[in-house]
């Protein structure tokens, strides 16, 4: 059973990087063919695509948030992170890691609990 985590600041001031963690366990973050993504859901508002890495560690980012938006892994620990620059009142959100497969954006099927992150001085 795959199983994902978050961890990271639950406030961050504005102008700063947000930077989370998700942590996987029950499977390799490396097998083929899936992709690890973000995803977040700002208060009262759908859920918004942030970004995702591959298996073989390419990434792509949604075009809204791309030149803020950094996603990285760390293999020996099974470990992708996300940071997004810059942020504004308007990046306050759940944040959720999930796991996609075949493609970018892909079915997403299992997720972390979330963590919410709120951006304020």
């Known amino acids: 059973q795959v199983q994902l985590q978050e961890s990271g600041p639950g406030l961050v001031k504005p102008s700063q990087t947000l930077s989370l963690t998700c942590t996987v366990s029950?499977?390799?973050?490396?097998?083929?063919?899936?992709?690890w993504g973000w995803i977040r859901q700002p208060p009262g508002k759908g859920l918004e695509w942030v970004g995702a890495?591959?298996?073989?560690?390419?990434?792509n980012y949604n075009p809204s948030l791309k030149s803020r938006t950094a996603i990285s892994w760390d293999t020996h620990k099974n470990q992708f992170t996300l940071q997004l620059s810059s942020v504004t009142p308007e990046d306050s959100a759940v944040y959720y890691c999930?796991?996609?497969?075949?493609?970018?954006?892909?079915?997403?099927?299992?997720w972390g609990q979330g963590t919410q992150v709120t951006v304020s001085a």
């Open positions: 890495i591959s298996f073989s560690g390419s990434t």
């Open positions: 999930a796991r996609e497969w075949g493609q970018f954006g892909g079915h997403l099927d299992y």
């Open positions: 029950g499977g390799s973050i490396t097998k083929n063919f899936y992709y």
